[in-house]
């Protein structure tokens, strides 16, 4: 297992379409699975898309576990939502490729998805609450988009300009 870089805007990588996996959930998959579990944990956050390693495949890792809890990880390949509920609830999202930027997205507060476990089992279900938000979150992420797309265009820009800014301070004070 390894830690990879988690890209960050604006890198135009974070707005590809990711592709399908194709054969199934092999080595290689559960390989990158374990390294995005392990990169998604060293951050730390809840959910991690493979774009946001620079990996276009439609996989996704996600545990919701409090810190006082053993870790619940979960895997998705190739997942999709089926069906949504009307009604939707506001949730403040962060974002590992928007490091420390906050904000209230609307979104169905009930989902049902199918998608491939990580040991290649198909998995039909309904996710709600948290889970509803977060897989609706990371997928997103599958289609290039970031959350910051549903804010205000200068909500959006200046999220931007922030994470730029501060990578740009980061990388002065690693030269120094």
């Known amino acids: 297992m390894a830690i990879r870089e988690i890209l960050t805007v604006p890198d135009p990588r974070l707005k590809e379409v990711s592709k399908p996996v194709e054969g199934g959930v092999t080595d290689e998959i559960r390989a990158l699975m374990d390294d995005m579990l ?3 944990y060293d951050a730390p956050g809840i959910g991690l898309a493979a774009i946001q390693i620079g990996v276009p495949l439609r996989v996704i890792v996600m545990d919701l576990a409090r810190e006082d809890e053993e870790p619940k990880p979960r895997y998705f390949v190739n997942p999709e939502i089926l069906e949504t509920v009307e009604q939707t609830q506001p949730y403040e999202e ?3 490729s928007v490091p ?3 904000d209230q997205v609307e979104r169905p507060e009930r989902c049902r998805i199918r998608y491939m476990d990580y040991d290649g089992n198909t998995v039909e279900e309904w996710a709600e609450d948290l889970y509803a938000v977060c897989i609706q979150h990371e997928m ?3 289609e290039g988009t970031l959350f910051i797309d549903y804010l205000s265009r200068l909500k ?3 999220a931007v300009d922030k994470v ?3 990578k740009l301070r980061s ?6």
């Open 140 to 142: 997103d992420h599958l």
């Open 100 to 102: 420390d930027i906050f």
């Open 171 to 176: 990388l002065r004070e690693d030269a120094a």
């Open 156 to 158: 959006r820009q200046r």
């Open 38 to 40: 392990e990169t998604m």
């Open 164 to 166: 730029k800014k501060a």
């Open 94 to 96: 962060g974002c590992l």
